[in-house]
């Protein structure tokens, strides 16, 4: 089997994701740091591996882990070991942990933070009509960013004046360039900075997620601190990355296929289809980190073998042409059905998907309703990744809003 190396500057996501697609639903790849494991790279495969009890989360299963073979400065190892939370354990203990989370995270929970998302938009959007006209904006920096985190802070109970840091921290957190003697402090940084959140809410719990994780350690659910300290990290890390870069592969996509932005904001196209195709065709989170083999599991007329590493190419899978038919390539706003796992499928599925098509899907409407002649004010192509294997991140979206609806210059 030939190995695929991941590109740890991202400079062509489309044609890697390709490649893998091409080596068939399972590749071998190597990712930054000159790690082996192995990519599921197909729709159905993915979805048959992410129910398969046989692939668990426990790093205590990686051959590479169990002989040594990864250093504890590799820049990826925060999300290989995170630290005990219901992304790293399997079964029972899985759900015990995640039925808390879950309880916050209901569809008619999440319905409640409505007023308060559209509140954030309307001052956001506000805040960009000062801008010059004709001046161009980092629409990313300016709009994405801002909303996904102050929404995923309010939910967790996360003071404001500790959003700097956060973003300093994940950025190194995600970026395969974070030099490796940087890594070690960094991820002890995470850890203060969330125990410090955690003991602030102790002290003066509020009627947050945070606090709610507290009390229930109090009363018989038997968190330990570590669970809380990394479910927290773990719902702010995944909880804001995936709505930004959403909302920002939907503007991408709108404006470099007009004739379907024409229609969706003529009504002709409804905005939940836009997200779900955005999903599904540049999808947020290109590759999911790391699952492990428990015995040899055969995927397609390949063999995963026992005890090797498994990521999730969700770059790739989603445009598997077997699922998707021969469009699968195409960005088609209208397509229907639509069934991708952008967001997961089985247990580990994402607990945030609710809330970040809520997010979307009142941001984006509220965005071209305010600036209908929005345009990139750069080609397309010059628009860069960063450098993340798991996250599809671009550093900026640079674009020109027009003049705001209903205001004449």
Known sequence: MTRIALDPFVSDLDGESAALRAA????????????HVYAVTHHAEARALLTDSRVVKDINVWNAWRRGEIPLDWPLIGLANPGRSMLTVDGA???????????????????????????????????????????????????????????????????????????????????????????????????????????????????????????????????????????????IAAGHETTISLIVNVVEALQTHPEQREKVLSGE???????????????????????????????????????????????????????????????DAARTPNRHIAFGHGPHVCPGAALSRLEAGIALPALYEKFPELELAVPASELRNKPIVTQNDLYELPVKLGCPFGREE
């Open 269 to 331: 196209i409804g905005w939940d289809g836009v997200i779900e195709e955005t999903l599904r065709w540049n999808t947020p989170t290109s590759h999911v980190l790391i699952r492990f083999a428990t015995e040899d599991i055969e995927v397609g007329d390949k063999i995963l073998p026992k005890g090797e590493g498994l990521i999730i190419s969700f770059g790739a899978l989603g445009r598997d042409e077997e699922q998707y038919g021969p469009t699968a390539g195409e960005f």
């Open 24 to 35: 068939g639903p399972l590749a071998e790849v190597e990712l930054p740091g000159g790690v």
């Open 93 to 235: 203990e899985h759900r015990r942990l995640r039925t808390l989370v879950a309880q916050a995270l209901t569809v008619r929970r999440v319905e409640r933070l409505r007023e308060g998302i559209e509140a954030l938009t309307n001052a956001s959007l506000e805040k960009l009509a000062s801008h010059p006209a004709g001046e161009p904006v980092d629409l990313k920096a300016e709009f994405a960013y801002p909303l996904p985190m102050n929404v995923i802070s309010e939910l967790m109970g996360v003071d404001a004046a500790d959003h700097p840091r956060l973003k300093e921290l994940f950025e190194k957190f995600f970026s395969t360039q974070t030099p490796p003697e940087e890594v070690p402090q960094m991820m002890a940084d995470l850890g203060t900075l969330f125990t410090k959140i955690v003991d602030d809410k102790r002290a003066n719990p509020g009627d947050d997620l945070t606090s709610a994780l507290i009390a229930a350690s109090e009363n018989g659910d038997h968190l330990t601190d570590e669970e809380i300290v990394n479910t927290l990290q773990l719902i």
